[in-house]
Nanobody
Framework: QVQLVESGGGLVQAGGSLRLSCAAS????????MGWFRQAPGKEREFVAA????????HYADSVKGRFTISRDNAKNTVYLQMNSLKPEDTAIYYC????????????????WGQGSQVTVSS
């Protein structure tokens, strides 16, 4: 009932910034907590950040805390991930997801997923 489309990925040098966007359609966007996950080649998909339905509560993985910011604009049905001070280890496919709780950090707990967007950070 929710379709998610990501954009904003690409190639950036270490220390640079990117902003990912995830546009939602279908059921009311504001009814879902939103999360970002990433998966590097040969590695397990890992939690990056999550935001509550209202946008007032956020959670971040320790590896990105202080560098990444998740936000949402419910009027635009869009969630964002601002990524600053990017490091080569941030290289991964980034996925947005919709779920029932901002407290979920396991990808299996999320109900809907975007197609993924490649982020590559070069040295």
């Amino acid at each position: 009932q929710v379709q998610l489309v990501e954009s904003g990925g690409g190639l950036v040098q270490a220390g640079g910034s990117l902003r990912l966007s995830c546009a939602a359609s279908g059921r009311t966007f504001s009814g879902y907590a939103m999360g970002w996950f990433r998966q590097a080649p040969g590695k397990e998909r890992e939690f990056v950040a999550a935001i509550s339905r209202s946008g007032t509560t956020t959670h971040y993985a320790d590896s990105v805390k202080g560098r990444f910011t998740i936000s949402r604009d419910n009027a635009k049905n869009t969630v964002y991930l601002q990524m600053n001070s990017l490091k080569p280890e941030d290289t991964a496919i980034y996925y947005c997801a919709a779920g029932a709780s901002v407290y979920y950090r396991e990808y299996g707990r999320y109900d809907y997923w975007g197609q993924g967007s490649q982020v590559t950070v070069s040295s």
